[in-house]
């Protein structure tokens, strides 16, 4: 079966692995391209040959908006690069990442203040409305450029458990990215849940909104592919599967590259799968290794 990597992704969200497992990233610092392609800069023919060179069949973008800020951008102040020219100009799978409202709230207020006013219902309900409305004009604009699909980015979650009680999160912040997902959904095209962190307490939430796949998946927080596989069920694609420490110990070990290679078709076979690290690539990680193991499956 000859796909190239948007057939390959689309072919998976429909119907599983059968002989290829689609690799991505959520994200590319650019001092990675920087220091795998010695380039200068970042644009849109450096990252392309940097997808290429990796083996990758999925980009994530990101969206650029002024730093330092004290309040969320207007919509003019927000913008995705070169989204046209990854729909057109290459065979790539290309994600847009929309960061949901408790990722804003944290970046605005800082942890501690934005944890305290969880409990101002009118604080949080402003906040939520103002995101998702700039959420939902993003989504339309994006579809009409011809992203291929969206990942919906909230961390509401730490190594051991969410940031906010549960109830919380049901009654405020679930809701708004249910109809996020179901704007998205209306335009046909996928959309994936990603936070860091274990947040199987919500998990079930999480599904029930219409996602299309969850992102991250982190196994040092609890987040094991298998078991959640047979959790959230068939139709629920799983992306990632590769911790920080799972890269280190394979730099200086085969038998760890081998293992990593060997669990991963097993999670792929028959199943909605694809292969990522839980933490997107920077600079300290060793491409030459990741991009080995990518080839391996």
């Known amino acids: ?6 057939e390959l992704v689309q072919y998976v969200l429909q119907n599983g692995v059968v002989d290829q497992i689609p690799k991505g990233e959520l994200c590319i610092n650019d001092a990675v391209l920087h220091k795998t392609m010695n380039v200068t800069q970042a644009g849109f023919e450096e990252k392309v040959a940097f997808v290429q060179t990796m083996g990758l069949d999925i980009f994530s973008l990101s969206p650029l908006c002024p730093e330092g800020m004290k309040s969320l951008p207007d ?24 960061d949901g409202a408790f990722e804003w709230g944290m970046r605005l ?29 993003m989504i ?7 992203i291929n699909g969206f990942i919906l980015a909230d961390d509401i979650a730490f190594q051991q458990g969410l940031f906010a009680n549960p109830i919380v999160l049901r009654d405020l912040f679930i809701p708004s990215l249910a109809r996020q997902a179901e704007r998205i959904l209306i335009q046909d095209l996928p959309v994936f849940f990603h936070s860091d962190g274990n947040y199987t307490a919500v998990i079930d939430d999480i599904v029930k909104i219409g996602v299309s796949g969850l992102q991250c998946l982190e196994k040092t927080a609890g987040m094991h592919i298998k078991q959640l596989q047979e959790r959230v069920g068939p139709q629920v694609c799983l992306w990632g599967h590769l911790d920080t420490d799972d890269l280190e110990r394979a730099v200086t070990d085969p038998s760890t590259r081998e293992d990593l290679a060997n669990t991963a078709r097993k999670l792929a076979r028959g199943n909605k799968f694809m292969l990522g690290t839980t933490s997107g690539l920077y600079e300290a990680m060793d491409m030459d290794t990741l991009r080995t193991l990518y080839a391996g499956v």
């Not at 604080?123 to 939902?136: F, S």
């Not at 339309?140 to 011809?146: F, M, N, R, S």
């Open 75 to 98: 919509k003019n102040e927000y913008h995705y690069q070169d989204v046209k020219k990854w729909a057109l100009d290459t065979p790539y799978f290309t994600f847009a990442v929309l």
């Open 1 to 6: 079966m000859q796909l190239n990597s948007r």
């Open 140 to 146: 339309d604009k994006l579809a009409a450029e011809g």
């Open 109 to 137: 207020l800082g942890t501690l203040e934005f944890c305290s006013n969880l409990r101002s219902k009118l604080v949080m309900d402003e906040l939520i409305a103002q995101v998702e409305k700039l959420n939902m004009y």
